[in-house]
């Protein structure tokens, strides 16, 4: 007994010095690891761009400096590692050092003895578009859980929805927003105080800016209980549709009286699939909340108004109809337009191939093609959440989730272009917008001139209707010809 004590002993003891040795051996070997954690360059006006480190090169290359940015008075604003200290020309580097990036700098990282420099480089927006912003929320707009966007009379206009959760007792904001440059924003003191709810859409619509549908839930952060007593309590409905317009983007008017016959105003709903078309808005799909669970609407009817307020209701007729979930719908060469989405759930079963038309207002439905996998010239691959824009006579699709072979989604990350609506083709390489994420339901404006805005969209969704968990807040510049 005794000598096998001793012999555990003597094992332990060879163990410990074994486990001893082999830390030592590591730490030895191991290389000190040091340097630059994460930086990002600070412009002149304030504006921040994030960098990448890559290898000994720091680059703003995935955050491009907008059109126009002063390089010459550049400032860095940099983690290091522990003990790690920077320098410029010698000089220890702050905030406060002031850089001239027309040309690359190097800079150094030093801790003890070791020393490891970098290449600083800028990367300006190019005349194909970048990126203006990686995060509205830190410049001024809330991080709502739904918004919409519109440009009316020369601002961005912001709808959106902050919800802590959805319970009578919730305290939540709805509010409007505006800016002048996509990037900074300011809320707009609307009068009535709330406008929108969550999931409303924007639109203008002859000369006034219309907020179409949504659902409330809970007392609004202002004070204003009248957002429970027109939306049909605190319980979300269907039927409770919603719908204000403004010549001003301050001053609101409610367009639902309660006055409306029965069956002559759309359901409520959420995330609608909105378009202006030869002077009226159209709308259809959209999503509801029924037996606790998030879905889309049962109905496949378009409706249409010319002014928000008295809606018709459009009966599709023939084979061909318009009828899908999560697609897009669009005005293109005097026709309505539909693409992409699902027939029912999302699913690579369900997921729509055709892309119709119509030319009388969305009554009767041309298949102008029936299967896109089936021309080999064309690059739309099936996808749902897709979004497509019209600029001087070109079309834009953007964004969407698509399916692999295995079943997979996949976010869809490259740019579309058609002159012609059935024909899609990927942008060039260098004309597509670098280090662009995938995403679902991208907004798209356009602004003045030439420029296409994509201001956010689904990041992650949950169920099979796409419930939003989490938003994109970024937005892009797209140089459209």
């Known amino acids: 007994m005794k000598r096998i004590t001793l012999t555990l002993r003597a094992l332990a003891v060879v163990l410990l010095f074994s486990t001893i040795a082999l830390y030592s051996c590591k730490d030895d070997d191991a290389p000190k690891v040091f340097g630059v954690v994460s930086a990002k360059m600070i412009a002149g006006d304030g504006r921040s761009y994030n960098c990448v480190v890559e290898g000994d090169r720091l680059i703003n290359s995935a955050d491009s400096m907008k059109m126009g940015t002063d390089l010459s008075a550049i400032s860095l604003e940099i983690e290091a590692s522990m003990g790690t200290e920077m320098y410029y020309n010698n000089a220890p ?51 709502f859980h739904s918004y919409d966007m519109a440009y009316f009379k020369g601002k961005f206009y912001c709808i959106g929805a902050d919800i802590a959760d959805k319970a009578p007792e919730s305290k939540t904001f709805y509010q409007l927003y505006s800016s002048e440059d996509g990037e900074n924003w300011m809320k707009v003191s609307t009068n009535p105080k709330v406008i929108g709810g969550y999931g409303t859409k924007l639109v203008v619509l002859n000369g006034k800016l219309l907020a179409l549908g949504g659902y409330r839930w809970g007392t609004d952060e202002n004070g204003d209980v009248h957002s429970q ?10 039927t409770a549709w919603a719908a204000l317009s403004s010549t001003d983007g301050t001053n609101w008017t409610n367009l639902v009286t309660g006055e409306e016959e029965a069956g002559t105003l759309p359901s409520g709903r959420m995330f609608a699939n909105v378009c202006v ?3 009226k808005v159209y709308m259809n799909g959209g999503n509801m909340f029924g037996f606790g669970m998030f879905q889309a609407m049962g109905e496949g009817n378009l409706w249409t108004s010319a002014d928000g307020k008295t809606w ?17 719908l669009f005005s293109f060469d005097g026709k309505l337009w539909t693409l992409g989405g699902v027939q029912s759930f999302i699913s690579a079963s369900q997921v729509k191939k055709d892309i119709l038309s119509s030319a009388d207002g969305g009554v009767t439905w041309v298949t102008e093609v029936e299967d896109v ?27 969407g989730c698509g399916f692999d072979g295995e079943e997979a989604q996949t976010l869809a990350t490259d740019i579309l272009r058609s002159t012609d609506g059935k024909t899609w083709t990927v942008l060039e390489a260098d004309e597509q917008l670098p280090n662009f994420e995938g995403r679902v339901n991208p907004i798209l404006v356009n602004g003045d001139g030439s420029l296409l805005w994509i201001f956010g969209g689904t990041k992650a969704f949950t169920g099979n209707y796409a419930e939003p968990t989490e938003l994109f807040y970024d937005v892009w510049q797209k140089v459209v010809k």
């Open 277 to 279: 078309h030869g002077g």
């Open 93 to 143: 580097l702050t905030k406060e050092t002031v850089l001239d990036l027309t040309s690359p700098v190097t800079i150094q990282a030093r801790n003890g003895g070791d020393i490891k420099s970098y290449r600083v480089e800028a990367v300006i927006q190019t005349m194909l578009g970048a990126k203006v912003t990686s995060d509205m929320t830190a410049t001024g707009l809330p991080k």
């Open 373 to 399: 996998t089936a021309d080999a010239a064309n690059a739309f691959n099936p996808r749902w959440g897709v979004k497509v824009a019209e600029h001087d006579g070109v079309l834009y699709m953007i964004g």
């Open 229 to 238: 007593e027109s939306w049909a309590g605190v319980e979300p409905i269907s």
């Open 312 to 328: 018709e209701k459009v009966l599709p007729e023939g084979e061909a109809r318009p009828f899908r979930y999560a697609g897009a």
